[in-house]
C-alpha cells in the first residue's frame, strides 16, 4: 500500500508549529473507525478510514479545535487582529490533497465529502479574516457563522465514522 508523502508532511509541519496557547485543550472530536484494509476510493462517509488516515485526520481536528476555541472568545470580544491571524492560520493550513481518479493512496480512503467540506472551510476563514480586517461587525458576525456551519457539516460526516467504533478500536496507539 503506497502511502502520500504529502500526507505526513504536512500533518507533521501542522503539529508542530502554530500551537495554541489556551491553558485547557479542547475536547478532540471522537476517532474515526479504521481499518487495515488496503485504501479504496470511498464516498460513503460511514466508511471505516484507514488507521494512518485516522490519525492525520485526528490530528487536523484537535488543531482545528484549539484555533477555533480561541476564534470563537476573538470574534465575540470584537478583536478583530486576533479573529484575522486565526481565520488566517486556519485558510492558509496545509489541506490533505485530493485524490486522482488513478489515487490508490491513503487519500483515496477519506470521503470524498470531507474534501469538498475542507474547501469550504478553508473560503469561509479567508472571508472572516477579510471581514475582520474591515472591522464591520454585521460581516464578521456572517462570516463567523459560515464557518461555524462548515465546521457543523463536517463534524456530521467525520463523526458518523466512529460512533461505529468498538472499544478496541477507541483506545490511542502507543506513540
Not at 474534501?115 to 476563514?125: G, K, T
Not at 472591522?135 to 463523526?159: E, F, N, P, Q, W
Request: aromatic share 4%.
Amino acid at each position: 500500500m503506497r502511502v502520500t508523502l504529502f500526507i505526513l508532511a504536512a500533518s507533521l509541519a501542522c503539529s508542530s508549529g502554530n500551537r495554541s496557547t489556551q491553558s485547557t485543550p479542547p475536547e478532540a472530536a471522537p476517532p474515526p473507525a479504521t481499518s487495515d484494509a488496503a485504501p479504496t476510493k470511498v464516498d460513503d462517509p460511514n466508511a471505516p478510514l484507514p488507521k494512518l488516515a485516522a490519525k492525520v485526520m485526528r490530528s487536523q481536528m484537535a488543531r482545528h479545535g484549539a484555533r477555533i476555541n480561541t476564534l470563537q472568545w476573538a470574534a465575540l470580544m470584537l478583536n478583530h487582529e486576533r479573529t484575522k491571524d486565526i481565520a488566517l492560520q486556519i485558510s492558509t493550513e496545509p489541506r490533505i490533497a485530493r485524490p486522482t481518479a488513478q489515487d490508490d493512496t491513503i487519500n483515496a480512503a477519506i470521503p470524498m465529502k470531507f474534501y469538498d467540506l475542507q474547501d469550504e472551510l478553508h473560503a469561509a476563514a479567508g472571508e472572516l479574516a477579510k471581514a475582520s480586517e474591515s472591522k464591520k461587525t454585521h460581516d464578521i458576525k456572517r462570516a463567523y457563522g459560515r464557518l461555524t456551519k462548515t465546521c457543523i457539516r463536517c463534524h456530521s460526516v467525520y463523526t458518523r465514522t466512529s460512533e461505529r467504533l468498538s472499544p478496541e478500536a477507541q483506545k490511542p496507539e502507543d506513540p
